[in-house]
Each structure stands twice: as structure tokens, then as C-alpha cells.
């Protein structure tokens, strides 16, 4: 009997080991997007601008231009014999595969393009493998936080690789991701660019109080623009850079031209945006008009001739569902088509808040979306709606859910931009404000108390005084 048991086993274990080859050859390899794709982890983008994170790129070449995320389309930027090409207004291709809407009450097709520099951080959040046609396509999406501008992505791009023809049936991996290197490398320190964003700021913000200019003079151990350019053309990391100019005492030139120089030498954005901030916004124009500080109550902007008194700018309102019963109105606020925004000088402006027994924690500072229309179902805050009444929606307001409200305002994104808050001293109530890091393009508000609503839908039974609030425009 334990004879017959032995026998068996061994047909077993001999019938496994004379099918493994069989397996083996069965089974299929890997595709080349398969391949491409562990590679490259693609992240998943949100409807609020926030991403699930991926893997990191770094852009090599200038000529690529992205259009807000909630544009429908957008033409990629074409990359071939060893020259990225910009993108096309007339050019079509992946029309179905760019059709990407995460805003879809954004401004539409290109009216908003911009450039991402070289040395720029992006996240993969599509890639595409065509190999009929020998083309690798990536759409990429601004990644906010590597580069120390802003927690949310609001920019996107696509950059498509032409191979020549018949290359990619063929092609080895290692070949396509060194012509993908070319415009592509990847970040191997994706957690370390966050070194470059502001400090987490508590729920009552504290006032920062800034030593006098003279005590900031250089010294033997002051970090200067050279002394960076040297760590950078040693190969230090951008974390470890970073972290010595936090913790040095610095004396940065960052001027227009000396930015431009500096991003020239290779500096990354990051450790740009690092540099900017050590250096204080506008340290230098500050300091030439501190003796033009303004001595009526109000609130200025700091320009290269002094302080200039700014305007509030007028809030409008659009009402999209009157409640019958209530006798309520749910409406919008912001900025309409007609109202003309004031142009900054600078991309990390620097204002000026003057006023008796002053709240200065309670202003704000956001970025501008325009929303072009709304269903009348979105004004609901009432919640009909989602507690499935829909066959009330019509005796509570007295028109479909679905009917269409035009809106046409500039109205605030949900998240705020930090601001420096930093006391002048010997002026009791005045306050220098300046946003932490660079602005991109786009419009902006500075507003006080409930002048806006971030989330857009105000219930309102009448009018109301308004504070004052700033509207502006970035190019």
C-alpha cells in the first residue's frame, strides 16, 4: 500500500513539473503601455483641483502649454526628431482622449493658456499607446505642492511622442523611456519638493513680526544667489538646498532679471520659490518707500512709485431660485463680465491694511473661477433634492431643477492662498500682507469677512452691507 502511495506522487510531481513549460509558454507578455504604465503610476485627478499622487515628472523642454482643468479639449504638444514642438490651436488629435472635464463650468478651449517652465513638476495622469500610428501620449497635470506654489493643480497638458514608422511594434522599453526622458525625467524625490510650501498655518493665524532691515545685512555666513548657483552645479538635492536656506540668514537678489538668471543656471522652481521667500516680499521696494507709509485708514497696494490707495471693487449678484414659502433668495456672488479687474505688477504683490480695532486673520485671499451658467437645482441649499423630492422641487421654487441659470461672475475657488501677515511697526492697525509664493496667471480677490462666499451660493432675504473687497488680474 505505501508502495502504491510513492508511485502516485511521483506521477504527480512529474506530470507538474512537464506542464510548468507549457504554462510558461502560454502565458502573455506584458504590453507595451502595461510596461509604460508600471513605470509611470498614473494619479488620479479630482474635481477640487487635488490629486491622488503618481509619479513625479520633471520638465526638460520648453514648449509646453496647458489650459485650465476643466477645459474639453486641448491640443498636445508633439515632440519628434528630437524637437518638441508647441502645441496647435488647429490640431485635433486625442480629441477623445484629452476630453478630460473635471470643471466643466470653466472658461473653455485654450482663452487661458500657460506655459510650464522647464524644471516644472507635473503628474501623469493619462498615457495612451498608439501603435499603428507609432505615438505615445501623455497628459500631464500640474503638481502645485512640488513646486511650491499652491496645494491644488489647476493646469493641464498633453505631450504626444511621434515615433518613426513601425518603431514602436518593435521598440524596446528602455529605448521608448530614454526619448521620454528627453522631455520627461522622473522625480526620484517626489516627497521632498513639499520642504518648499509654507509652514501649516494655525486656525488663528499669528502675526509675523520681521526684524529691521538693517539687522538683515549680509555676513560671512549670509547665503547669497552665488552660493546657491554652486550647490545646484554640485549636484546637491533640491531638499537639501532648500533646507540650508531655511536655516541660513539670506541676502537673495530676486529681482525680475535675477530670477530669469537663476532659473537660466538650472535652479529648480522649488528652490525659487524657497529663495523668494527667505527674501521677504518686496523687501526691496519696501524699504525705499518706508518713509511714504500712508496715514489715512484704508486699504493699498505697494507699487514702484509708493502705496496706492485701492478701490472695492463691486460684488454682484445673480438670484437663481426664490423659495415661494420662505420668500428667500438663493443667488451667486461675484465678479461680473464688466467689472474690470486691477492689473498686478508683480506676481507676489505686497498690500497694505490700515483700519481701527482691525481683524487682519479675517481677510482672504483666493483665486478666481468663471462660472458661465448653473442648474437651478445647484442653488438648492435647501437640500431638496438630495432628500429625493423631486416632485417638489417645482411647488417650493417654481421652476424645473434642471433649468438653466445664467450666471456669467468670476466667483472664489473653495481654497484660500496663504497670506504673510507681518505688522508694521510703530503703526498701530497697519499690516503688510503679501501670498506665500508666486501667483499664477489668472484673477484673484482680496475680500473681508463675508463680502464673497467661496462656495458661491449665499441665502439671502434682502440686501445687506458689504465690506470691502479687491479684485485683480495676474498675466
Known sequence: MRQKIAIAATWVVVGLLAGAPAVAQNATPPSLKEQLEAQYTLSKVHTN??????????????????????????????????????????????????????????????????????????????????????????????????????????????????????????????????????????????????????????EQPSLVQTAPAQAQGPSAQTLTNGDVIKMVQAGLDDAVIIAKIKSSQCDFDTSTDALIKLKGSGISAAVLTAMTQASGPNTNVQQVHESTLPTGYGYY?????????????????????HHIALGSNFVVDGFGPNTIPKDLSSSSPTFLAYEQNIDV??????????????????????????????????????????????????????????????????????????????????????????????????????????DAVFYFNVK
Not at 511650491?148 to 514602436?168: I, R
Request: net charge negative; glycine share 8%; charged share 20%.
Open 301 to 321: 497696494l505697494l507699487s514702484a512709485t509708493g502705496y496706492d490707495l485701492l478701490a472695492p471693487a463691486e460684488v454682484q449678484i445673480v438670484t437663481g431660485l
Open 49 to 202: 483641483g487635488t490629486v491622488d499622487p503618481g509619479t513625479v515628472l520633471v520638465i526638460q523642454l520648453a514648449g509646453i502649454k496647458g489650459v485650465p482643468l476643466g477645459d474639453l479639449a486641448m491640443a498636445p504638444a508633439i515632440y519628434k526628431d528630437g524637437v518638441l514642438h508647441p502645441p496647435s490651436k488647429s490640431s485635433s488629435f486625442g480629441a477623445a482622449l484629452l476630453q478630460a472635464s473635471t470643471r466643466p463650468t470653466s472658461e473653455t478651449s485654450g482663452k487661458d493658456f500657460r506655459a510650464f517652465p522647464v524644471g516644472d513638476k507635473v503628474y501623469v495622469s493619462k498615457l495612451d499607446v498608439n501603435l499603428k500610428n507609432d505615438r505615445i501620449m501623455f497628459v500631464v497635470v500640474e503638481c502645485g505642492a512640488c513646486n511650491g506654489v499652491d496645494q491644488t493643480s489647476e493646469y493641464k497638458a498633453a505631450v504626444s511622442f511621434q515615433f518613426g514608422k513601425g518603431y514602436l511594434a518593435s521598440a524596446s522599453v528602455p529605448d521608448v523611456e530614454d526619448t521620454i526622458a528627453k522631455v520627461f525625467t522622473i522625480d526620484t524625490g517626489t516627497a521632498e519638493p513639499q520642504a518648499a510650501q509654507p509652514e501649516p498655518q494655525p
Open 361 to 466: 486673520t479675517a481677510l482672504h485671499f483666493v483665486k478666481l473661477d468663471f462660472v458661465s451658467s448653473m442648474q437651478a437645482q445647484d442653488f438648492d441649499i435647501l437640500q431638496t433634492v438630495n432628500s429625493g423630492m423631486f416632485d417638489q422641487f417645482r411647488n417650493y421654487y417654481g421652476v424645473e431643477r434642471r433649468q438653466a441659470v445664467k450666471v456669467n461672475l468670476w466667483g472664489p475657488r473653495a481654497s484660500e492662498i496663504q497670506l504673510r501677515i507681518e505688522p508694521v511697526p510703530d503703526r498701530v492697525g497697519m499690516f503688510r500682507l503679501s501670498p506665500q509664493g508666486s501667483l499664477r496667471p489668472g484673477r484673484y480677490a482680496l475680500y473681508y469677512r463675508d463680502a464673497l462666499h467661496p462656495n458661491l451660493i449665499v441665502n439671502c432675504k434682502g440686501t445687506s452691507d458689504q
